[in-house]
């Protein structure tokens, strides 16, 4: 158990709705990614958070945003869904800080279906 | 930017063998971090092993272990005594190593790794 937690685990919901997805940290991690895999695809940086401020962005829609909030959760929302994001949306955490050699701390991922 | 490649879509090996995954890695950086994460049918990503690029010495973890060649940024991952329980897809990831607050990885496109009872 990585002490990472993402929720929903699976969703399924229809074309150009709204959805949001959440993950709770490892205790005393600062900071939070967001990575997606679609299928059989590597994993594609999205954003980071570091102590509730926006530190990285990658390659994030503009559909897309997120935030982190001062309990440190983070909340992925995607609207205006489209079949194309179908995806397995990872959340992972680190303590920040640039400490050397500090690994990500995956959670187990919100598998997300567009129909 | 940094890339990461990995030209081994898929390898397969026989149970009790060794198998040595590829991965190359483009930067101008002299600091950083190179790992090495699994992901099992279930789809964790699970960090396997992990090498600073200022160590010469090559990083072990029981039975996985890497080859680190700074100059030719190379970063292979060997498995030894392979079990049922390695086949999954093997990704290959980099970091900056002094970014204050920013440790994205940026991750290779994988490699499926079957393993042959």
């Known amino acids: 158990d990585s002490g990472v937690t993402q929720t929903p685990k699976h969703l399924i919901t229809a074309t150009g709705q709204r959805v949001t997805l959440r993950c709770s940290p490892r205790s005393g991690d600062l900071s939070v990614y967001w990575y997606q895999q679609s299928l059989d695809q590597g994993l594609q940086f999205l954003i980071q958070?570091?102590?509730?401020?926006?530190?990285a962005k990658g390659n994030i829609l503009e559909r897309f945003s997120a935030q982190q909030f001062p309990d440190l959760h983070s909340e992925l929302n995607l609207s205006s869904l489209e079949l194309g994001d179908s995806a397995l949306y990872f959340c992972?955490?680190?303590?920040?800080?640039?400490?050397?050699?500090?690994?990500?701390?995956f959670g187990n991922g919100t598998r997300l279906t567009v129909t | 930017a940094q890339t990461v490649t990995q030209s081994q879509p898929e390898m397969s090996v026989q149970e009790a063998e060794t198998v040595t995954l590829s991965c190359t890695y483009d930067t101008s950086e002299s600091d950083y971090y190179l790992f090495w994460y699994k992901q099992p049918p279930s789809r964790q990503m699970i960090l396997v092993i992990r090498q600073e690029a200022y160590k010469q010495q090559n990083a072990t973890e029981n039975r996985f272990s890497v080859n680190f060649q700074k100059a030719a940024k190379s970063f292979s991952l060997k498995i030894s005594d392979s079990q049922l329980g390695d086949a999954a897809m093997y990704f290959c990831?980099?970091?900056?190593?002094?970014?204050?607050?920013?440790?994205?990885?940026?991750f290779g496109t994988g490699t499926r790794l079957t393993i042959i009872p």
């Open positions: 990831a980099y970091r900056f190593g002094s970014n204050f607050g920013n440790e994205k990885l940026t």
């Open positions: 958070y570091y102590n509730g401020e926006e530190r």
């Open positions: 992972a955490s680190s303590l920040g800080g640039g400490g050397r050699s500090r690994p990500l701390h």
